[in-house]
């Protein structure tokens, strides 16, 4: 995990804290994997998408809807909301996008049922090797704010007002079972991720045969009632209550989407 914190509410370029955190993480990562950059709608730069190229990562980069791309083949200029031009709809193609900063790239663009806009998404991968669907990975961002504060751990009661403070807090924050906050995070998921992926044998043969259970069809995808960061909780919380060793815990990835299949120019 890597942060930086700012003053909320003052100007001043954010790029300089982008480029910091990447040479710190570039020497990190294992030059065999595969890594997939994910930023929110509104973050794009062209500078931010080379700088990921630069360190032999994938950029996956939302961007807004105005804007138009060509085809490489082509002069002609079409507005990106074109690519799906209703719910359903998907496309996908080498471009080159923006008139102005102009970008080369592989333009992903998906238009699922229940999402207000559509994604379109830039990256190097080329058409048929990339899945819009992995942009869904970005939302697990949004687990990690609950999870930091009004739904694990708290921060949002903090009283710190320097940003050089909190930095320091994030590492040495102490939490009721005396770790930091991204320490006790990455702690937490594991001891809920190998809980997940293990669960308990089903009693579902003891039911009674009229239990509602039985009249029910089968579920086709397991439902996650918890979170592995809510359940590693409850399961290191027991174990102290319980007297046991604390649990460590391990992670078990989710299977990998493969590619959709694509309709292209």
Request: proline share 8%; aromatic share 14%.
């Amino acid at each position: 995990m890597a942060w930086k914190v700012v003053t909320a509410n003052k100007p001043g370029a954010w790029k300089p804290y982008w480029l910091e955190l990447f040479d710190r993480l570039k020497h990190s990562v294992p030059p065999d994997m595969t890594v997939i950059v994910t930023a929110d709608r509104g973050l794009y730069a062209e500078w931010l998408y080379h700088k990921i190229v630069e360190l032999g990562w994938h950029p996956f980069l939302r961007i807004n809807l105005g804007g138009q791309f060509r085809l490489l083949d082509s002069h002609d200029w079409i507005t990106l909301t074109d690519t799906v031009p209703f719910v359903g709809s998907h496309w996908c193609g080498v471009v080159q996008c923006f008139k102005t900063n102009p970008l080369t790239c592989t333009l992903l663009a998906r238009w699922d049922k229940g999402y207000t806009d559509p994604w379109l998404i830039l990256t190097d991968f080329l058409p048929q090797t990339a899945s819009t669907t992995w942009y869904g990975m970005r939302s697990w961002i949004e687990c990690g704010f609950k999870d930091t504060k009004r739904g694990g751990l708290h921060w949002h009661f903090t009283k710190i007002t320097d940003p050089k403070r909190a930095e320091r807090h994030w590492l040495a924050f102490a939490l009721g079972v005396g770790a930091a906050i991204a320490l006790a995070t990455f702690w937490l998921v594991s001891v809920g991720s190998e809980a997940d992926a293990t669960p308990p044998n089903s009693n579902y043969d003891d039911l009674p045969p009229d239990h509602i259970a039985r009249t029910q069809p089968p579920a086709k995808k397991p439902i996650r009632f918890l979170s592995c960061f809510r359940r590693g909780f409850i399961q290191i919380i027991v174990a102290l209550l319980l007297g046991q060793p604390l649990p460590i815990g391990c992670f078990f990835p989710e299977s990998w989407r493969s590619p959709t299949a694509f309709s292209s120019a």
